[in-house]
């Protein structure tokens, strides 16, 4: 037993030493240092089913189109936000000022509807689509129905076709490098650009 142990230790050093692991992994460690230069924002997407209202944080977000105005968003499939979506088939964003501190953050981006209500006490309003819309340190808010969607593994990105905005303030955006450097927030591990730390 104990030379099964000693060579099954010997084996896991080498396989490390050779970055062996990261490869029978898919190098998804050794692709992230390159992958950690895309720039993001951050942003809460909203959605709801009947009185059920819920938001998470993202930061994959992007605008994919002008005319007409769309944007996609790419949520993990785990989260009640997702369900809401799927059934709904509408959601809302505001986009984060950098004045947003981390226990806000905490609240939409790292604990789940399913557990408590996210909107008890918070500044908001319902959208044209009934979603509703945090205007809480809320630089604008904009609300789309889903045209399409796509499987992207452990998340689905949303197309969503922009049905009303509003600029709410005219405070600086978050990015997610703000939130990294100067914040010093981090991420889940639902969020795609979790890093393990
Ligand atoms: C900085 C940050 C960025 C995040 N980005 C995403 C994202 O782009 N997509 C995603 O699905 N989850 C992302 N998350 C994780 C969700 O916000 C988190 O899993 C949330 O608790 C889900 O809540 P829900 O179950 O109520 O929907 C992020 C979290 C943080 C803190």
């Keep these: 037993m104990e030379t099964l142990i000693f060579l099954f230790v010997l084996v ?4 490390r030493q050779f970055g062996l692991l990261t490869i029978l992994r898919g190098c998804d460690y050794m692709f992230q ?15 709801r089913d009947s009185e059920k209202l819920n938001g998470q944080i993202v930061d994959a977000l992007m605008q994919t189109a002008a005319i007409p105005p769309a944007v996609s968003i790419s949520i993990n499939k785990n989260n009640l ?17 950098e004045e947003t501190p981390m226990i806000f953050i905490g609240r939409f981006g790292f604990k789940s509807g399913r557990d408590i209500d996210k909107f008890e006490g918070i500044n908001y309003e319902i959208g044209k689509t009934g979603t509703p819309l945090v205007l809480e340190y809320a630089v ?57 730390k």
């Design 33 to 47: 240092e390159a992958l950690d230069k895309i720039s993001y924002g951050l942003y809460i997407v909203t959605s």
């Design 140 to 196: 604008s808010v904009f609300e789309a129905e889903v045209v399409d969607y796509v499987d992207s593994f452990t998340h689905t990105i949303f197309v969503g076709k922009i049905v009303d905005t509003k600029v709410v303030s005219d405070k600086r955006p978050m990015t997610y490098l703000y939130y990294r450097e100067v914040v010093k927030g981090k991420s889940p591990k639902n969020a795609p650009t979790y890093k393990g």
């Design 12 to 15: 896991y050093n080498k396989c």
């Design 81 to 97: 936000t997702h369900e809401l979506i799927m059934k709904s088939k509408v959601f809302g964003v505001t986009v984060l000022s």
